[in-house]
């Protein structure tokens, strides 16, 4: 099956700088790569995505870039601010719809 | 219109206890999952309902953890004889299919188990 590992675990950047969190994947079936954003004790929520047609997407100050033969994909937040504080979740979904979630980034923004 | 929608929203029991979650999904999803996730922890996958096809139960921690969703919508996800160790905070998501892979989650179950 579907194994996604998730770079690093925790990561503190100053407000304003960017950060960047790191998937890699087994599954070259897979083709729809989520990121998921969880505040605090609130659900999952999705921010960004991409599918396997696509090497980058980008939506104001967050962007992902997709990289198939590799099998990595990235999650890249500029201008940092504290609301972006939560922990982040990549995922790769294949074939029947599975979705293999990442182990979670703990992001900390420091005013 | 209504998002996913779980009950109860938190859910006390002794060890020993069967326990029944519910899970709502959107309306015309054929998706449907069941996450569990501890304090501070990742999302672990339990089950996985798609259409009519025979779900994936390949995330279910132990034989005490079964689910079914009936008529394709509603599911109920039950804990036999619950452990300390079950306590956890149960997520449900739908998802559109089709081609359409996002997820959408329910608020959750808190699970404490005493």
């Known amino acids: 099956g579907e194994n996604v590992e998730q770079h690093p675990s925790t990561l503190s950047v100053q407000e304003g700088d960017s950060a960047v969190i790191k998937c890699t994947y087994s599954d070259s079936a897979s083709n729809y790569f989520p990121w998921y954003k969880q505040e605090l004790g609130k659900r999952p929520q999705l921010i960004i995505d991409i599918r396997s047609n696509v090497g980058e997407k980008k939506d104001q100050r967050i962007a992902v870039t997709l990289n198939k033969t590799a099998k990595h994909f990235s999650l890249h937040i500029t201008e940092t601010q504290p609301e972006d504080s939560a922990v982040y979740f990549c995922?790769?979904?294949?074939?029947?719809?599975?979705?293999?979630f990442g182990t979670g980034t703990k992001l900390q923004v420091i005013p | 219109g209504a998002g996913v929608s779980q009950s109860p929203s938190n859910k006390v029991t002794e060890k020993g206890k069967d326990v029944e979650l519910r899970c709502d999904p959107i309306s015309g999803h054929t998706a449907l999952y069941w996450y569990r996730q501890s304090l501070g922890q990742g999302l672990e996958f339990l089950i996985y309902f798609q259409g009519n096809s025979a779900p994936d139960k390949s995330g279910l921690p132990s034989d005490r953890f079964s689910a079914e969703r009936t008529g394709g919508s509603v599911s109920t996800l039950t804990i036999q004889r619950t452990q300390q160790e079950d306590s956890a905070v149960y997520l449900c998501a739908s998802s559109l299919g089709q081609g359409t892979y996002e997820q959408y989650f329910g608020p959750g179950t808190r699970l404490t188990v005493t």
């Open positions: 995922a790769a979904t294949g074939g029947y719809q599975k979705v293999t």
